[in-house]
């Protein structure tokens, strides 16, 4: 069983940046992949990023390519999210994810591929 807590969420204005934080409680295992979603008010869950735990591979969704940067810290079980140049379209709730059912190199992203979720945190971007 995995827990999942974030942290670092909070209101930016456009241009800022954020570094948000998700702890795992409980042992990640190499196959697994943490990543982050969000959800805007009105829209859907939506894939922004992960990494696969034991190999470090990483995957973004192009909306946030070369903005966001996904890293991991395995001696404190955390997954960071560096964003970076944040716009207005960046405001949703984050979500901290982990996928323990899928192996090899593939990054999923689809919500309900993920197993593991936290209870997000709110990350407003100001105009």
């Known amino acids: 069983q995995v827990q999942l807590v974030e942290s670092g969420g909070g209101l930016v204005q456009a241009g800022g940046s954020l570094r948000l934080s998700c702890v795992a409680s409980g042992r990640i295992v190499s196959n697994y992949v943490v990543g982050w979603f969000r959800q805007a008010p009105g829209k859907e869950r939506e894939f922004v990023s992960a990494?696969?735990?034991?190999?470090?591979?990483?995957y973004y969704a192009d909306s946030v390519k070369s903005r966001f940067t996904i890293s991991r810290d395995g001696a404190k079980n955390t997954v960071y999210l560096q964003m970076n140049s944040l716009k207005p379209e960046d405001t949703a709730v984050y979500y901290c994810?982990?996928?323990?059912?899928?192996?090899?190199?593939?990054?999923?992203?689809?919500?309900?591929?993920?197993?593991?979720w936290g209870q997000g945190m709110q990350v407003t971007v100001s105009s």
């Open positions: 994810a982990a996928d323990s059912a899928t192996y090899g190199i593939v990054i999923r992203t689809r919500p309900d591929d993920y197993n593991y």
């Open positions: 990494i696969r735990w034991g190999i470090g591979r990483t």
